[in-house]
């Protein structure tokens, strides 16, 4: 009798080719790894803007940028842009988030879009709607910024580090003289001096985009009357200037609610020169001389052209340090990936809110009434072992520190003024409810809530990234 053989050559390659074919035909999910590409682009906006007082044409960060970079791993894609502007209008959240998925083909919340906060953008008042020309032509430069992105993707590789830069620090302070609450260097006071850095490169080595988040108001521009990136623009174009392959640089603001630039002298002076007040060499009183000029209680004159000058050279120098704390960080990051999940979550969580009854900037208690619930947009956008997180508002440093004392993952970032604008105005932590500053006075939001909703919420959020990919 003969006995039948199995023909396990012929079964294992009928196997080998059913799970081929399995692996083939299961749709790619957000969770999948892949290989990843990368691409950016930057579109200039300045055109878009109105000033006072005309370009000198000496300086870079006289130009105004949208600035994207666009990633993809085979399974999904996602976008993170940045744009010299004040703020993000919900209206171009709403209207650029839309565009940009549609033309990636990916989930909105893949997307993290947010602003310089430089003061000296010259966008327009107030919050235009969908509708309104300057936001159709802003979101048409934005999506184009993707779009030429998308057109550059290319093999490439991830890489997180962090850095320091003590350029920053806390701006609520006591008077000296008044001992009441006012706007001024506190360096006792807590300031986060981390710089995040989130590098893209080619197999080779080469930059594509860097990614940079840092903690620090660009304030230096504020009723300048002429059209500034102030130092994040400045950063910008001194990395993209720096390597051959002229990578696009990206800044975003970290929690900056209560964070100023350590030296304001030479913006001072700029004030102090379109008001009038004589200009001594000396560090002026900021409060006293902005206050002039930002509530019209003198004529504004143009400044002093060599006062102008003194400004503008310092903001470039600010951004110049910044760029060389991002280079050494870039330079020293050496592990890399292409190997990635991507993937978005974003959701609103609300808070009591207040109006105010009273008037007075800062240095006063100030009276209220209750008011309707403050929706405040949070967000997770995952990159490897990476999390940019996101809140639509700018948000006092001690927030962050929770965060980073909750979150499950060690590289977690803390994107502010992003993907729109939350009706809530400064978000200070509860501690600092107490500060009687115009941030605080200012906030739309009852104290008890939004810190707890913030850094629990961004924590938990990134929990579920990592719970996900498992």
Sequence with gaps: MRVARWNWRGWSLAMMLFLVVAVAARPATAADKGSLR????????????????????????????????????????????????????????????????????????????????????????????????????????????????????????????????????????????????????????????????????????????????????????????????????????????????????????????????????????????RSGVAVTGDDLVRESVEEPVRDNKVPVKAPDPAVREHLERFMESEGALLGEEVIRVMTLTTKTSDDVRIQGEQKTVSCPGRKRTDSGREGMTGSYVDAGPVAIRLGVLGIGDVALTSVDAEIYSRILARLKAETPLANTVLVTIANGRADSGYIPDDESFGHNTFQVLASHLKVGCAENAIADGLAEMVGDYLKSGK
């Design 38 to 273: 990368a691409g950016a682009a930057r579109v200039e906006i300045t055109q878009l803007m109105k000033a006072d007082l005309p370009a000198t044409g000496k300086f870079d960060s006289e130009h105004l940028y949208v600035r994207a970079i666009v990633i993809d791993n085979g399974a999904t894609r996602a976008a993170i842009l940045d744009a010299d502007l004040g703020h993000l209008l919900e209206s171009i959240w709403d209207s650029v988030s839309k565009q940009i998925a549609a033309e990636l083909n990916c989930p909105v919340e893949n997307i993290v879009i947010s602003a310089t906060h430089t003061h000296s953008s010259g966008m327009p008042d107030g919050s235009p709607g969908v509708d309104d020309p300057w936001v159709k032509q802003f979101s048409a430069a934005a999506t184009k910024a993707v779009h030429d992105a998308k057109a550059k993707l290319e093999p490439a590789r991830v890489g997180f580090g962090k850095g320091f830069s003590y350029l920053n620090v806390n701006r609520d302070a006591i008077h000296p003289q008044t001992h009441l609450w006012t706007q001024a260097p506190n360096l006792n006071a807590y300031s986060d001096k981390t710089v995040s850095v989130l590098k893209f490169v080619r197999p080779t080595g080469e930059p594509i985009a860097v990614y940079v988040n840092y903690a620090m108001h660009a304030i230096d521009g504020y009723l300048v009357g002429f059209l500034s990136s102030d130092f994040p623009g400045a950063m910008d174009n001194y990395i993209e200037d720096a390597f051959p392959s002229h990578p696009v640089a990206i800044f975003s603001q970290s929690a900056s609610g209560d964070q100023n630039p350590l030296y304001l002298r030479p913006a001072t002076n700029l004030l102090a020169s």
